[in-house]
């Protein structure tokens, strides 16, 4: 069986194209709800952020995604009064299982510089500065991905909600589920997450939420919203509901060890938490980090606030060979500035 690494980072961004002068970097993050891009001016650190549909080729087909990509980007352009010639690079950092097909179509359509690389990517180099280190995301769906000191890279995890995505909002969020369902037969332990699923999906009985997981259906997001709850009553003492974040996090924490193991990561490196479900707090980071510590000892870990669209710009000056230009926590104000504003 064929073991080599499942993510590759691109030779553009390992072997800088010599352009260190460009003014103008474009950075986008897409997702199964929305796509940020944003342009930033190097010499001025000005920013300039735009904001389209969803781009995961999973959830709406390559075409779809490579539209609202370009169509993203080309709204952050105009904000920056700039043409696409001016970019130094281009890094798109889009969800999805695969997305060569993505990668294929936005090279047809414009210039080498636009570089496509899988999300995890763009999330590792917002958690690491893109130094050694890895990313753990845990939103809707999850994933692991991580780069030795030898440029080793490895990824676990997001095989989507169908075969993976444990520890994220949809995992927890049908787990729940289910663990109210196995209360009401009896065949499971009783947990006050059977009377918060009807109350969060309207629905008169849970189940009437399994039937709604058939035949409305609830979307993925939907059911990771159900993951609020989870939480509010993993704090409240709710024994079922803290054991599904334990063990949410234990099976995460399997595949973090996988990558640490695989990219060969030693000493006191950096791992990042990204996601909404890290807001859960101590119930999901506490055991996570517990897990974390028996394989990495010297970790440094930390939830990550800045957006991921953040790690693309970085990964697009860095292909230009001016990735030292960039300071992250200026750069995250820059982003913050942009949103808010």
């Known amino acids: 069986m064929n073991r080599d690494s499942l993510v590759r980072l691109p030779p553009a961004l390992t072997q800088p194209q010599g352009l260190a002068n460009a003014r103008f970097v474009l950075g986008i993050d897409g997702g199964a709800t929305k796509t940020l891009a944003a342009v930033l001016d190097l010499e ?5 952020l735009a904001q389209g549909g969803p781009s995961n080729e999973d959830s709406v087909g390559a075409e779809a995604a490579v539209r609202a990509l370009l169509q993203t980007a080309d709204d952050a352009l105009h904000r920056a009064a700039i043409s696409a010639d001016e970019l130094g690079a281009a890094v798109l950092a889009v969800a999805g299982t695969d997305t060569d097909a993505v990668a294929e179509h936005v090279r047809s359509a414009r210039a080498a510089a636009w570089i496509v690389v899988n999300d995890v990517v763009g ?6 500065g893109a130094a050694p280190g890895l990313a753990v995301i845990a939103g809707t769906g999850s994933n692991v991905f991580g780069v030795g000191s030898d440029g080793r890279a490895w990824r676990a995890g997001g095989w989507g909600h169908l075969l993976g ?3 994220s909002g949809y995992w927890l969020g049908i787990q729940s589920i289910k663990a109210a369902l196995r209360d009401r037969e009896a065949s499971g332990p009783e947990t006050a997450l059977s009377d918060a699923a009807p ?3 309207e629905a008169a009985s849970v189940e009437a939420v399994a039937s709604l997981v058939y035949s409305k259906p609830l979307s993925k997001s939907e ?6 709850e989870t939480a509010r009553l993993a704090e409240n003492g709710d024994a079922v509901a803290c054991a599904l974040y334990e063990r949410g996090a234990r099976e995460l924490g399997e595949q973090i060890a996988a990558v640490i193991r695989q990219a060969g990561l030693q000493g006191a490196f950096p791992i990042g938490l990204i996601g909404s479900v890290f807001k859960a707090g101590p119930v999901f980071v506490a055991p996570l980090v517990r897990g974390i510590r028996q394989c990495a000892p010297e970790a440094r870990v930390a939830t990550v606030e800045m957006p991921p669209v953040g790690g693309s710009l970085l990964l697009a000056a860095r292909a230009c060979g001016n990735g030292q230009a960039l300071d992250m926590l200026e750069l995250a104000r820059l982003i913050e500035g942009a949103v808010s504003g």
């Open 44 to 48: 001025t650190r000005t920013l300039y």
């Open 123 to 128: 999330a590792w180099a917002t958690a690491t």
């Open 165 to 167: 995505d444990e520890g």
């Open 199 to 201: 109350a969060f999906f």
């Open 223 to 228: 059911i990771a919203g159900f993951a609020i």
